[in-house]
């Protein structure tokens, strides 16, 4: 099982992502009700889509960088 990711909403709220597969930079998130509000009808939200910008490291994990 993959560990949640916790994803910033517009309305400053936190909202815990539990991700199927692991996380990629080609991973998008679709998260219902958390995107725009819909002008013409109260208390509707569009869809958030997430789209992760993941660095990996220069180096083999668990080994310090060479200096």
Do not use: W
């Not at 996380?23 to 679709?30: D, G, L, R, V």
């Not at 219902?32 to 910008?53: E, M, S, W, Y």
């Not at 660095?55 to 960088?65: A, S, T, V």
């Amino acid at each position: 099982d993959c560990l949640p990711v916790q994803i910033p909403l517009i309305d400053g709220r936190m909202k815990e992502f539990y991700p199927s597969h692991i996380i990629n930079p080609n991973t998008k998130a679709i998260i219902d009700d958390a995107g725009l509000p819909d002008p013409t009808n109260n208390g509707i939200r569009g869809q958030l889509i997430v789209k992760f910008d993941i660095e990996f490291p220069d180096y083999k994990l668990g080994r310090e960088p060479d200096e």
